[in-house]
């Protein structure tokens, strides 16, 4: 423990404050000038029990266990239905099994819900949208869960959960449930145990399953074969009429939602909609049937965002009645499939000794200059 040092000859008196009682070292310059005797940062000779020491008490935390979780989520609770979707986004073995037995043992009661994806630039104001829509969803009797996806660092590997942080008033409500997960390197915008997550809050009896993407660019539409609504905001200013007709995030949007639609922005926010308007007119369908709308919104008016779930129950009801929402669900698990499929050969492919050997020779020779990654590649995938 550190104590304070044996008194000094005369101490100079710090510009911060003086010395005290019997402490003669000067405070440091960022406590507070009317800091009392009992501020934390004054370090005093500590007591010492002859014979007495800490009792060691290692931090032990339960196994899962897949019943036990199954049965929390069926009964609401929010503990249980966070503790199965870190149990599902775990990538220890030890965990995947007995992910596999809860999702299995879920099964059935999932499918319930809406899925809506929410995507867009980053800096479009996904969160605070989302905060609320939601809210307004929580006030018409709806239970809604968040699941909310913080890119990863491509430099130390750690993920900031901050979009939690900007849903103040959805945080608060008992109804919502948000979940930040890191995406760990996945492309497209979404976590890699995403799809799970969404099928967990299903079976804990959620209405509407929002799923917030990271900030993504112009190709990154992995969410799009999650949900049942795509819904893409946009900003005003970000491109001219070329720029909406190259495909990708803006030829798969269901619903376009010119967000920040308020104070000065709002004429540029107007004049983005009729550009956005004439881009659609070009653009085959997203979802055959529907021809994608183009809307105003404020999060902090909250001007449009009614608007904005009245569209996506019209497109709900449209596609349900047409029978594409079961067909579009159908597609998505074999999606699903395919993307485990490719992952697990991949895993597999990897762990075996003599793929890792020569994977190593063949690093070293294309980092020697002497093979090129194309034969290096062929080379590995022939061992």
């Given amino acids: 423990m550190n104590v304070c040092p044996p ?122 949208f989302i905060d609320v829509l939601g809210q307004s969803l929580v006030d018409a009797g709806k239970r809604v869960a968040v699941l909310a996806v913080d890119p990863s660092s491509s430099v130390t590997g750690g993920s900031l959960l901050a979009d939690k942080v900007r ?85 798969l949007a269901d619903l376009l939602v010119v967000h920040k639609a308020d104070g000065d922005n709002r004429l540029r926010c107007l004049a983005a909609q009729a550009d956005l308007r004439r881009v659609v007119h070009y653009l085959p369908a997203a979802t055959r049937g529907w021809m994608t709308p183009v809307l105003l919104a404020s999060s902090v008016t909250n001007e449009g965002v009614s608007d904005v779930w009245r569209t996506v129950e019209d497109f709900v009801r449209t596609t349900q009645a047409e029978g594409i929402f079961a067909e579009r669900r159908r597609l998505q698990a074999v999606a699903a499939l395919h993307a485990l499929v490719d992952e697990g050969l991949r895993r597999r492919f990897l762990s075996d000794a003599r793929v890792q050997a020569e994977l190593a020779r063949q690093e070293q020779a294309v980092a020697d200059g002497v093979r090129t990654p194309l034969a290096a590649a062929l080379a590995v995938l022939g061992s």
Wanted: aromatic share 4%.
């Fill in 167 to 251: 849903m103040v008033r959805l945080a608060r409500s008992p109804a919502a449930f948000i979940r930040p997960s890191p995406s760990g390197g996945a492309l497209g915008g979404v976590a890699r145990k995403t799809r799970e997550a969404i099928l967990l809050c299903e079976a804990a009896g959620y209405d509407v399953v929002l799923v917030e993407t990271v900030g993504v660019g112009q190709n990154e539409v992995a969410v799009r074969a999650l949900v049942d609504c795509f819904v893409v905001l946009l900003l005003a200013g970000a491109g001219d009429e070329l720029q909406g007709l190259k495909k990708g995030v803006m030829e």
């Fill in 7 to 128: 008194r000094p000859p005369e101490p100079e008196p710090s510009a911060a404050g003086a010395t005290h009682e019997g402490c003669p070292q000067p405070r440091p310059d960022w406590v507070p000038p009317a800091a009392g005797p009992g501020f934390a940062t004054w370090i005093a000779q500590g007591v010492s029990v002859s014979g007495w020491s800490a009792p060691h008490r290692p931090v032990t935390r339960a196994a899962p266990n897949a019943e036990a979780l199954a049965a929390g989520v069926r009964a609401r609770d929010p503990v249980a239905l966070a503790r199965a979707i870190t149990l599902v986004e775990s990538n220890a073995p030890r965990h995947q099994a007995e992910a596999q037995r809860l999702l299995a043992l879920l099964a059935g009661a999932a499918g319930g819900s809406w899925r809506v994806g929410l995507t867009g630039v980053p800096g479009a104001g996904k969160s605070t």
